[in-house]
């Protein structure tokens, strides 16, 4: 529809120079005026017709680009949720928001302005010169020579603009990078006083962006001048052998005011191509970002022979000598280590940082795959289950609680589908948060900030707590999310959980913590160095006997 619109504005623009010529020949050198009259009449009632035409396509081109802008963002946001880790990892958040906002915006645009104006340029420019033709071969003869120069000269212009582009949409990411960081980091900036550092990087990386963009913008305004100059000669060339033709009487006035109209007409289009190009080397750039995400290769899917029906019933967990690294890292984290959790058994891991415990947490709901050997649940490979059923038996609670902007009901709610009221409650309560929710103005219709940036840290983390409780798994991962706890309330939280019925994995960095644990995992540089109940482990391990040590005193650590 935008389309047919905006042939019909073409029609008229294309045949209200030939009028004008009629009315010439026919009524002004003749002195009629009931020609110019109705010639004139002709060309209002026409321009009204490409009036009402371009409202229409305005319209349809609106709603064109803004339904495309819909489509491609869900898309785009379909394509992330089954990102992989390692897909994730390609791209900072702000490339990927970039892409979200600005680029798909620079491609809305585009289309918009495609069924506009870009598609009639280019038919104004083939029209007026075919148009030109009919009317006085001799005198648009001149278009032979500057038109196929000029789209030559463009051509050259779109394809060194399409790389320049590219580089300033990057400075944006980097623009945006900085931006989320900042804003992320506001109060440890103002804790450290570094915002003059930040101010310094924030100029760096602005000043980045206005010179690629100055210097990109530039070189296509540069273009319009030649395209100006080259049709301006093309109208004095025009004026001047129409002028001696019409002298010598082989041409009439209105055949040369005719083809000047057209000659003019042409060299607006022609002008407007360089903002075309600036458009279309602009929306190209975008289109290549998004093209990179919306065509990368999901690593990490169902198996083919996964079987739908399978899911998680007992909890039994089995880490079979796995090795694992992360991609581009050039040494694993984790060599050769085996375990085995029994339904209902309650583990914890201890060990330093970077020993590679949250790692082996990743495995398990296979946000990443191993490098080698397997991780098994019910005796059957990770890779054997799809991944919906797979998570759906699993609850984890990450190092660092993250909370959605919305209610406390809604935070909770979100680990499982169509939870009601009372689980929401219920799974507060065993977290150890429900009477601190009932004590806020607005109970569990509290409004959470972005990240709960309203809420204490222990807050936070028994609330991602209950989240996971809620979904009554039978694996429960906790990578240190009672870190923020008083002793008191991890030990009524750990002993609700035990109602769960189901294996409990906890990464932990205290000794009271772990010494309730029906195993300890000591690991250390990937390793699972030692393996037992709390007083074995004193007994065998010297670098438990430290840790201890560290956190109970030397009296306490060898006791036994």
């Known amino acids: ?50 009036f009402v035409a371009g409202i229409f396509n305005s319209f349809y081109s609106s709603h064109v680009s803004f339904a495309f802008g819909y489509d491609i963002r869900q898309k785009l946001f379909e394509k992330i949720q089954v990102f992989s880790f390692k897909n994730l990892d390609q791209y900072p958040t702000s490339a990927l928001v970039t892409r979200f906002t600005n680029d798909v915006r620079q491609i809305q645009n585009t289309i918009f302005m495609g069924l506009r104006i870009m598609m009639k340029a280019p038919l104004v420019v083939a029209g007026g010169v075919t148009m030109a033709f009919f009317v006085n071969a001799r005198l648009a003869m001149v ?121 003019l007409r042409v060299s ?12 279309l080397s602009r929306t190209k750039a975008s289109a290549d970002r998004m093209n990179e995400v919306m065509t990368l290769d999901i690593d990490l899917l169902d198996s083919e022979d996964a079987d739908p029906c399978q ?42 940082t970077g020993s590679g415990k949250t790692s082996m947490f990743q495995l398990l709901p296979r946000l990443y795959d191993t490098t080698g050997g397997d991780v098994l649940i019910d005796d059957k490979s990770v890779t054997s289950y799809k991944l919906e059923q797979l ?96 002793l008191s309330t991890e030990s009524r939280l750990l002993q609700a959980v035990k109602k769960y019925e189901c294996t409990s994995l906890i990464i932990t960095q205290k000794v009271s913590t772990a010494r309730d644990a029906d195993r300890i995992l000591l690991m250390d540089n990937g390793k699972i160095l030692a393996a037992g109940t709390h007083h074995e482990l004193l007994r065998c391990s010297e670098l438990y006997r430290k840790i201890v040590e560290s956190q109970f005193g030397k009296e306490y650590a060898y006791a036994d």
């Open 311 to 352: 899911a998680v019933t007992q909890g039994k967990v089995e880490i079979r000598d796995v090795s694992f690294q992360y991609p581009g890292a050039e040494e694993p984290v984790l060599k050769n280590i085996s375990f085995t959790a029994e339904p209902g058994e309650k583990i914890a891991i201890i060990g330093a």
């Open 1 to 50: 529809m935008a389309y047919l619109f905006m042939l019909i504005e073409l029609g008229v623009e294309l045949a209200l120079p030939l009028f004008l010529g009629l009315m010439i020949n026919d009524g002004v050198v003749n002195q009629d005026v009931s020609n110019i009259v109705m010639w004139g009449s002709l060309m209002i009632g026409l321009a009204f017709v490409a």
């Open 268 to 279: 607006m289009s022609i002008s407007m191509f360089s903002f075309i190009i600036m458009a």
């Open 143 to 263: 278009f032979v020579v500057t038109v196929p120069l000029l789209i030559l000269f463009l051509l050259l212009v779109l394809r060194l603009a399409g790389g320049m582009f590219s580089n300033v949409q990057k400075n944006v990411d980097r623009v945006n990078r900085v931006m989320q960081e900042n804003l992320a980091g506001m109060r440890l900036i103002k804790a450290f006083m570094r915002r003059d550092h930040e101010e310094d990087r924030f100029i760096q990386a602005n000043s980045n962006l206005a010179v690629s963009t100055r210097r990109t913008f530039r070189f296509v305004e540069s273009s319009m001048p030649v395209l100006l100059f080259v049709m301006n000669m093309s109208l004095i060339f025009i004026i001047w052998f129409g002028n001696m033709q019409a002298l010598a009487g082989t041409t009439s006035v209105g055949e040369v005011v005719t083809i000047i109209n057209y000659a």
């Open 391 to 486: 998570r759906e038996g699993i609850g984890y609670v990450p190092q660092t609680p993250l909370l959605f902007t919305g209610t406390i009901t809604d935070n909770i709610a979100w680990g499982k589908k169509h939870a009601v009221m009372e689980e929401v409650i219920q799974a507060a309560a065993d977290a150890q948060i429900h009477e601190t929710i009932v004590g806020l103005s607005n109970g569990y219709d509290t409004k959470v900030g972005q990240k709960g940036v309203n809420l204490s840290g222990g807050q936070k983390q028994r609330i991602s707590i209950a989240r996971a409780l809620i979904r009554h798994p039978k694996v429960l991962m906790l990578d240190d999310s009672t870190s923020a706890l008083d």
